[in-house]
């Protein structure tokens, strides 16, 4: 099983990314999936998840910039994120879990895609 992300790198603070993340090895449709961020020093930080149900949920800093989707068909799950300030700089990663990520164990990890935002 594997998750495999991608669409990190360098932009402009007011610029956007976008982050994809495909799911390999079994179907995540019964799963939460989501993103997670985390910079030197600190702990990872929940980001977002897009329930098993299609509802989002993400962490006040972020919304209204960050939006999250999820593709069924292509086993995929997506972080569109706009205005992007120098404090969204963190390696990004995508999760999936059978639980409520954010607020339980998460059973899969990405490898993780650096976003840099410059001042």
């Known amino acids: 099983v594997q998750l495999q992300a991608s669409g990190g790198g360098l932009v402009q603070a007011g610029g956007s990314l976008r982050l994809s993340c495909v799911g390999s090895?079994?179907?995540?449709?019964?799963?939460?999936m989501g993103w997670f961020r985390q910079v030197p020093g600190k702990e990872r930080e929940f980001v977002g998840a897009?329930?098993?149900?299609?509802?989002?949920e993400y962490i006040d800093s972020v919304k209204g910039r960050f939006t999250i989707s999820r593709d069924y068909a292509k086993n995929a799950v997506y972080l569109q994120m706009n205005s992007l300030k120098p404090e969204d700089t963190a390696v990004y990663y995508c999760?999936?879990?059978?639980?409520?990520?954010?607020?339980?164990?998460?059973?899969?990890w990405g490898q993780g895609t650096q976003v840099t935002v410059s001042s």
């Open positions: 999760a999936a879990t059978r639980s409520m990520l954010g607020r339980g164990p998460t059973d899969f």
């Open positions: 090895g079994r179907t995540f449709s019964s799963y939460d």
């Open positions: 897009i329930r098993r149900s299609g509802s989002a």
